[in-house]
């Protein structure tokens, strides 16, 4: 048998869950084609992986790489991660679709996220297929925000009937297109404006058409319970999957609030709702900083913005409602030396200042420094946030139900997206929970962590053929060692890549880096959701409108288990309801994605 490349030896963690065995791994065409001990070589590439972890290349399920992918698609700060999925689209932001005449809206609004990104006016169609060649795949979200701004500007109110059916038409069409789902930020205008009937009508769309629904929470702060039990009352109602992104419990007076937030995701999956959440492990959160006012100062659009926050009656009221609720979604904060300048596109010279710090300097009250800097920095600034307790994010990452996402853009340490100071989370998100809270703080063992970051993703995602080492998956593959695998991005220098001389990361088959350096290959494709709901290889998709699921008995084969191939230690588990007994203890407890669809084992 010719294999394409042989990786040799490596501790295999297959992102089931279970523990990982030493195997060889054989990779042809772009799939895993062979996986046990002593795989013959043949003509083969070997790769010695002796003291390496294989693992499947980790997905990214939350982040904005879709500002940066296209102007930099090496993607060098994810993939150096061993990140070989990204899903993009998040928070209710995505650059498409955008109708006639109003490409200049859309770039306003999201020019503190996507300051150097070309905006064009462009069908959800259109920007699936003519998106670049780059080295991760990606995945794609019609964003709420964008609807609405293509739609109704950002008009503060409840939509007409017939600017809901145009919203309602327009995700339509990024469904059938391929589109992953929705996504929504109910804490910031326009998103905010829309009410639950808004959210339902749209979220049955879902329903009908196999997408996902994807939440930034109405509030991350002081109203965080009640934003969570808005989002599972949409799985209730609506019966689609609902991922609860960047799961946060943000501000002084909602710290510790994680495990009980935790326990209510775990109890709606008991009730055989498909709920699901993902995080960062962080202390800081990232936004535009216009976001963190209260929501009227955005009312009527960016100029109206600015002309609002030179009023002084306008800061006053500012003044008054952050004193006494904090922060819009960030709730609370010790001081103004937690808000630190990421990127700000007009003003270059105060990234990494905080507004504490400036509002010293300049003797003046820091809301009026906020007000001032927005005003010159035309809205497009963008800060980091410090209002996370350790406490909870330990929480978050030991526990079996929630999911890794970075929040970040893939950017890179030189070009355009070396720019300004980011979040260390576009550089260290996986590094940091491997190295940090698995090799270090024993936080939860390797095989769990690896498992929220690739089999129980995809899962989530269902992507069929990827978050797995099993035979005919994707071959994308994440190998490093599991002793030199650290975060080294931090808030004062993040623009930095993480440890291990050893990384090799595979995506689709092709090498995009290896021994730590990037081979500038690009082999990523965009992945659509057929369908019958699945996201596949692009090559496999069936085009919409394929609604009807194909009968159990005609979908492919599913491959033996790795038990067959390897010294056993009980079957290969894929994520099958079915195998409850004898599945790992925190699959058992809930890693149920979409359980009211009855199916078969996980196939690839
Ligand atoms: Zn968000």
Redo the contacts with the bound molecule.
């Keep these: 048998m010719n294999y394409d490349i042989v990786i040799r030896g490596g501790l295999v963690i297959d992102g089931s869950g279970r523990p990982g065995e030493i195997a060889d791994v054989a990779v042809r065409d772009g799939q895993i084609a062979a996986l046990g001990r002593s795989v013959p070589t043949g003509s083969a590439r070997t790769i010695d992986a002796a003291g390496l972890v294989v693992a499947p290349g980790f997905i990214d399920i939350k982040t904005h790489s879709d500002f940066t992918l296209p102007i930099n698609p090496k993607a060098e700060s994810k993939v150096r991660q061993g990140v070989t999925t990204e899903i993009v689209g ?2 209710g932001f995505s650059v498409a679709p955008i109708l006639p005449g109003k490409r200049q809206l859309v770039q306003d609004y999201l020019s503190a996220s996507a300051p150097w990104l070309p905006f064009r006016e462009t069908t959800f169609r259109e920007y699936l297929d003519s998106f670049p060649p780059t080295s991760v795949n990606a995945g794609m979200l019609v964003g709420h925000h964008t609807l609405r701004l293509n739609v109704m500007g950002m008009d503060a109110r409840s939509p007409s009937a017939t600017e809901l059916e145009e919203m309602t038409a327009l995700l339509e069409e990024g469904l059938a297109a391929g589109a992953l789902g929705l996504s929504s ?1 109910l804490f910031t205008p326009p998103s905010s404006y829309a009410d639950r009937a808004e959210m339902i009508a749209l979220c049955n769309v879902l329903k009908r058409r196999n997408g996902g629904y994807f939440t ?1 929470l109405r509030d991350e702060s002081n109203n965080v319970i009640e934003a969570v039990e808005e989002a599972i009352d949409i799985a209730r109602t609506c019966g689609v999957h609902v991922e609860i ?2 799961l946060k419990c943000s501000g002084l007076d909602n710290w510790g609030k994680a495990a009980q937030i935790l326990a209510m995701i775990e109890a709606a999956r008991q009730e055989g709702l498909a709920v699901d959440c993902d995080a960062y492990p962080y202390a800081a959160g990232s936004n535009p900083l216009k976001n963190l006012l209260p929501q009227w100062v955005q009312s009527g659009g960016l100029e109206a913005m600015l002309t609002r926050l030179a009023l002084p009656e306008s800061r006053e009221r500012i003044r008054a409602e952050i004193d006494r609720d904090g922060l819009n979604n960030w709730g609370r904060i010790p001081s103004w030396d937690c808000v630190q300048i990421s990127i700000s596109p007009h003003l270059p010279q105060y990234a990494g200042e905080t507004f504490g710090k400036l509002a010293a300097v300049r003797g003046q009250d820091p809301i009026d420094v906020v007000c001032d800097y927005l005003v010159e920095d035309k809205g497009a600034t963008r800060v980091l946030i410090t209002s996370i307790a350790e406490e909870d994010i330990c929480e978050i990452v030991r526990s079996p139900s929630a999911l890794v996402g970075s ?1 970040g853009n893939c950017v890179a340490a030189y070009g355009v997206t070396s720019q300004g100071m980011p979040h260390p989370r576009f550089y260290g998100t996986f590094p940091r929970i491997l190295g940090h809270y698995v090799h270090e703080q024993h936080l939860l063992p390797l095989e769990q962590a690896v498992h929220k970051m690739t089999g129980a993703t995809a899962a989530a995602l269902r992507l069929r053929d990827r978050g797995l080492i099993r035979e005919g998956c994707r071959a994308d593959i994440a190998i490093f060692d599991p002793s030199d695998f650290k975060d080294r991005a931090t808030y004062a220098a993040p623009h930095q890549y993480p440890t291990g001389n050893r990384t090799m990361v595979m995506v689709n088959g092709v090498v995009v880096v290896e021994d730590a350096k990037h081979t500038g290959a690009t082999p990523g494709v965009v992945l659509r959701r057929a369908g019958d709901g699945s996201v596949v290889w692009s090559a496999l998709w069936s085009p919409w409108p394929d609604l009807v699921r194909p009968p159990t008995s005609s979908l492919p084969a599913a491959p033996s288990d790795m038990k067959a191939r390897t010294a056993g230690t009980g079957p290969a588990e894929g994520i099958n309801p079915t195998a409850a007994r004898s599945r790992p203890w925190h699959l058992r407890r809930g890693r149920r994605a979409w359980p009211r669809r009855p199916r078969g084992p996980r196939r690839c």
Excluded: K, P, R
């Design positions: 998040h928070c930020g930034h992104v960047h929040d």
